[in-house]
């Protein structure tokens, strides 16, 4: 069995926990509204920026021994570059304030989910980072296509509110597939270790992050 297919494994029971959070089955349902669709997106306003400070940050804390890992993150980085501004454009042509939001602060969840990987990043294991890519990118190639069909129609939305839902779960069908090689390098048990405690921990903050929007809201 591979690493990946060991990580997979793993954590089963969390990733089963956060695909039934009530959003999200709200959401595949088209039982959500554009508000609650506008909140989501906020949210993801608030730790998508900091995708691309955090691989930078892990980056530069990696050991000479994995100059191979410098590598794919700076890749990575490239491709990852932007999609923050994809979302407050999602939020303008949803209805929203984008301006508002570019300057809002996160709210609690979302702040403390941040904070632990930057915390991972710097204090802990740097590769444990890669918990919170895989949480993400899984649950975009699981979830966000298939959301982004059901909630263009529910919320008669344009094709322009959703391109970081439609697009970032294309991308992250080829993102996952990179991402099955690269764990599947790393070759010491703490390496792999801190990619499995950590990917436990940010399905249950992410979790947070998306369980603490009100679905009961009347549409």
């Known amino acids: 069995m591979s690493f990946y297919q060991q990580l997979q494994l793993a954590t089963t029971g969390e990733r ?4 039934s959070i009530p959003l999200i089955t709200a959401a595949l349902a088209g039982q959500v509204n554009r508000q609650q669709y506008i909140r989501f997106l906020s949210r993801a306003f608030h730790h998508v ?4 400070p955090l691989l930078m940050a892990c980056g530069a804390r990696l050991p ?3 100059e191979w890992l410098r590598s794919a993150i700076a890749h990575y980085i490239e491709e990852e570059l932007g999609h923050h501004e ?3 454009n999602d939020i303008a042509a949803a209805g929203g ?3 508002a939001v570019r300057v809002s602060r996160p709210d609690f969840d979302t702040d403390v989910m941040v904070a632990y990987a930057y ?9 444990g980072f890669f918990g919170m890519v895989y949480v993400l990118e899984g649950t975009s190639v699981s979830l966000a296509t298939n959301a982004a069909s059901v909630l263009q129609g529910a919320l008669d939305l344009p094709p322009s509110a959703l391109t970081y839902l439609s697009s970032h779960g294309a991308l992250d069908v080829e993102h996952i597939g990179d991402y099955e090689q690269l764990v599947n390098r790393l070759d010491t048990p703490d390496d792999r270790e801190a990619v499995v405690n950590h990917a436990k921990t940010f399905f ?5 992050v998306l369980g603490n929007i009100d679905i009961q809201e009347t549409p």
């Open 16 to 19: 089963a926990a956060l695909h």
């Open 49 to 52: 920026k900091h995708t691309v």
């Open 64 to 66: 000479d021994r994995q």
């Open 86 to 88: 994809w979302i407050l």
């Open 97 to 99: 304030d984008a301006d």
């Open 119 to 127: 915390d991972t990043v710097m204090r802990r294991n740097p590769v």
């Open 204 to 208: 249950r903050l992410y979790g947070n």
